[in-house]
């Protein structure tokens, strides 16, 4: 089955920039997104961003309204890992921040949320703080 790892997060003050990445490993089917998910203390868990498995016309991303023009995913399949690179933080992007993969879905759509994610990776804490 397919495993995900995240690395990166800690402390970032606002403004600050900060990374992560989710490392892909096991089997994979030949379409499948990843997406990022948060989640803040006493809050829901929310979408950040998706992106999927595939190259050229039919690549997508997506990004929730929060992030959007600050965070940044992309694939590297070299490392086979997918990243989330976050800019311009602040207070409210603090959370436990998760990349989980969903097989049943090929496209990142602006509802990519919903989608049944079948594989999710337990992901560093994020805080942004003075």
């Known amino acids: 089955q397919t495993q995900l790892a995240e690395s990166g997060g800690g402390l970032v003050e606002p403004g600050g920039a900060l990374r992560l990445s989710c490392a892909i490993s096991?089997?994979?089917?030949?379409?499948?997104?990843i997406s990022w998910f948060r989640q803040a203390a006493g809050k829901k868990r929310e979408g950040v961003s998706c992106i999927n498995s595939v190259t050229g016309n039919g690549a997508s991303t997506s990004y929730s309204d929060a992030v959007k023009g600050r965070f940044r995913t992309l694939r590297d399949y070299a490392k086979n890992t997918v990243e989330l690179e976050m800019k311009s933080k602040k207070p409210e992007d603090t959370g436990v921040y998760s990349c989980a993969a969903a097989a049943s879905k090929s496209h990142c759509a602006s509802g990519y949320y919903t989608y049944d994610y079948e594989t999710w990776g337990r992901g560093p804490q994020v805080t942004v703080s003075s």
């Open positions: 096991g089997s994979t089917p030949d379409h499948y997104v």
